[in-house]
């Protein structure tokens, strides 16, 4: 049986700046799509619809998520409650599953900064409570603080430049790694590569090289 993945980009960007991370799990044996969406000008409940129809088309094969940033927040969202899914896991990639201080920040310019954020823009400032759906969800985020967070100013703790480690330990998470990147390094890193395909084959991270 093929064992797919679907990966979803984050705020701002689209399909292609996840070509590097396609060809590496392509590489890896997995059969890899990427999910492109308007981040900002479509509604929450359009990209869950046609995600879901995605999903489906590939069953019975499983389907594993990989989302970075607002692609990790869409994809839990699209599997939470929902039947008629195929089995797979989820990875997130730095993504604020608690809510983004610098996403509150930025809709706090007025309304300039809150039509930027785009419909998902209370998914990306308030996140989940808890993670309680069907599927084991890893969470790999970053400490290099190197990225756009110092304009919306100081990101408490360790963080990738945009989002806080902290905002990305949601309870009910399957594991949780933190590596050495920044939010946009996450989809770069031949390390977080790596703990991708170990959470998809044994649903737990591997140990962190010295």
């Known amino acids: 049986m093929n064992e797919h993945i ?33 981040s900002v000008a479509a509604t929450q409940e359009h990209i869950l619809g046609r995600l879901q129809a995605q999903m489906r088309e590939i069953a019975p094969d499983p389907v594993h998520l990989v ?24 990875v997130c990639l730095g993504s604020p599953l608690k809510g983004s201080a610098a996403a509150r920040a930025f809709a706090g310019w ?3 900064g809150e039509v930027l954020l785009g419909h998902n823009r209370a998914l990306l400032q308030q996140g989940l409570e808890r993670w309680d759906g069907p599927r084991e969800v890893g969470m790999i985020a970053g400490r290099m603080p ?6 919306f100013g100081q990101i408490e703790g360790e963080n990738d430049g945009t989002v806080a480690v902290a905002e990305t330990r949601l309870p009910g998470l399957t594991d949780h790694c933190v590596v050495e990147a920044s939010h946009t390094g996450l989809v770069l890193s031949s390390e977080v590569v790596r703990q991708i395909e170990q959470f998809l084959r044994h649903g737990q991270f591997a140990p962190l090289a010295a």
């Not at 990790?72 to 089995?87: M, N, Q």
């Not at 190197?146 to 304009?151: D, E, K, N, Q, T």
């Open 6 to 38: 679907i990966l979803l980009h984050g705020l701002w960007m689209r399909g292609f700046s996840l070509g590097l991370l396609d060809r590496r799990l392509t590489d890896a044996g997995y059969r890899v799509q990427r999910f492109d969406y308007m």
């Open 67 to 90: 989302g970075h940033s607002l692609g990790g927040l869409l994809a839990l969202r699209a599997c939470l409650d929902v039947e008629f899914l195929p089995p797979g896991r989820i």
């Open 110 to 112: 007025g309304r300039g």
């Open 146 to 151: 190197i990225g756009l967070g110092a304009m």
